[in-house]
């Protein structure tokens, strides 16, 4: 039975053993760049260990969970460009040390290497694979459209803003475990539990990123917090504040939200405004709420529970992480 | 036996019949739009024609025929941002008539809808033509990428243009070919051979279409001549002349590459120059070998002459053609 640790190993040796074409550099340097930075790797480790749970021989998840590691990394790639971040796992992003035309090209060829790593799938599992790679795919892209959406509104509702972050980040993890659970031999209502599993789990884990943004530890966090007020991020927070604010905490909002030349003072200010309306209580509420749906989607899957245990670990250690 | 009119019909319903999810507009609507716009659907039609060498009856060939399509207006709504084109077959580009992000989103879900038509091909072909498919892909964004950093070079030769085009624009062709042939039942020969009359006829294709944007007759070509003088591009016309001026005319030729004031002046005076150096025989002459080339491959398909008629007569149109 696969450790989290052992899946990153693997994960690890196999991203490394790519081999990129030389020519030309211009295309194909940006993807072994952003491959190479350090990240959670979630999602691959989910696919092996859904496999896991079925087959000690994980080999037959490789390539799919490679798949979806270099799709992942295609959004990235991608979002940065359209969001104008400039860092990315505190290095610069793809079209700030480049260009955005090589972002844009070497993305839609970092989204065509992710299928050709998902056609090495096992044959007998190809066609269900591929239909629920592009279908994920389709919903991830609907997910940021309705993501810069929102941007330029002021009336998200949460719901809304749940159905937003189930599309662009929490269908992937449930997809990842979908098709790891496939390879395995999983059948459908497992598959469908396992699915669920990451579907909860991922907007659970949304929403605390959320949450960590304003209210984590910083030093623990490793970056600062406020970030995403003052870019007047459509967070869980601020649509929670908007929605349940009278006309006078509201208008003060509004007023932060114009203030682009006081940048701690727009921290503090609408972190007081957040507290004052019990934001990050209704958001740990949530939280709860769709950690225990995971669990309870987890519960479900058919299989020994101290195999289950290694899933069961990772959900608590993201939901009690404080970064 | 079909006509080139009849694989239109059947390529023009079956992408009218293409349900686009509503929502979000934003993201479905731009790649609706793409696809609307009359274009010549040369490269589906190859795939329904080359199927119809070995099968009366095509329709297993319509889905890859319209991932084809859908990949090549995909590339066109990439290409056009990264080139900063304002028009395409007359019409606004997506990211002039939306906005740049919406081309880049847009795009990647009509890349991702490519390979949701692709994966319906039928089973027995799912995994070659998924190869077939991904590393044509692979190689067109190769094409963009040479293709964009030669417009920074001075110095590229002819065979390296040669390769570009083969890249950006042939490979697609003869991938086409062959994925009709593939679900036809052609044997590996017969593909090889069609995938060199697509390689060969492009090649053609391309150094056609950069004579014609200088001597085409306007009236019949549809748009002004000159373009590609106007925005210095590295047309096949432009690297032989620079490659086989002395260095008079290379210095005249520079000056004008860098003027951008005299637009007029800029195009006979270039023009001039290609004539007295007798660029257009020798553009004429290289379409010819390839032209020859192409029928060479075409004759050693192993089908009846009268079944091969119409890609014969296809050729001799594209040829032809003053626009």
Redesign the interface.
């Known amino acids: 039975m696969l450790t989290f640790q052992d899946t990153l190993e693997i994960l690890n040796r196999e991203i490394q053993a790519i081999q990129h074409?030389k020519t030309?550099a211009?295309?194909y340097e940006p993807i072994a760049y952003l491959l190479a930075l350090k990240g959670k790797k979630l999602r691959p480790a989910f696919t092996l260990l859904a496999c896991n749970l079925y087959l000690e021989e994980v080999d037959a998840a490789i390539h799919p969970a490679l798949a979806w590691e270099i799709f992942h990394n295609f959004t990235l790639m991608?979002d940065d460009?359209?969001d104008k971040a400039e860092l990315r796992r505190g290095q610069p992003t793809v079209h700030k040390k480049w260009n955005e035309?090589t972002a844009?090209?070497s993305?839609?060829?970092m989204?065509?290497?992710s299928?050709?790593f998902m056609?090495k799938s096992p044959?007998e599992h190809?066609?269900p694979l591929?239909?629920l790679f592009?279908?994920t795919?389709?919903e991830i892209?609907?997910g940021?459209?309705?993501d810069?959406?929102f941007e330029r509104r002021t009336d998200v509702s949460e719901r809304e803003y749940i159905e937003m972050i189930r599309l662009k980040t929490a269908v992937m993890l449930g997809a990842c475990l979908r098709s790891g659970a496939m390879i395995g031999g999983a059948d459908k209502t497992d598959g469908q539990n396992l699915y669920d599993f990451g579907i909860h789990l991922g907007i659970a884990f949304q929403i605390k990123d959320d949450l960590l943004d304003v209210y984590g530890n910083p030093n623990v966090f490793g970056k600062k917090t406020g970030g995403d007020i003052l870019c007047n991020k459509k967070t869980y927070l601020l649509i929670n504040a908007m929605n349940s604010a009278n006309a006078t905490d509201k208008a003060e909002l509004l007023r932060w939200l114009a203030c682009n030349n006081q940048p701690e003072e727009k921290i503090v200010a609408v972190r007081s405004l957040y507290d004052k309306l019990s934001v990050p209580e209704k958001a740990d509420e949530t939280i709860r709420i769709f950690y225990e749906k995971a669990l309870t989607a987890l519960q479900a899957v058919s299989v020994d529970e101290n195999r289950k245990k290694i899933l069961r670990n990772i959900t608590e250690e993201l939901m009690k992480r404080e970064f």
């Open positions: 074409p030309p211009g295309l991608h460009l359209m035309n844009i090209l993305g839609d060829a989204l065509i290497l299928y050709i056609a044959a190809l066609k591929l239909d592009s279908g795919a389709s892209c609907k940021q459209q309705y810069m959406e």
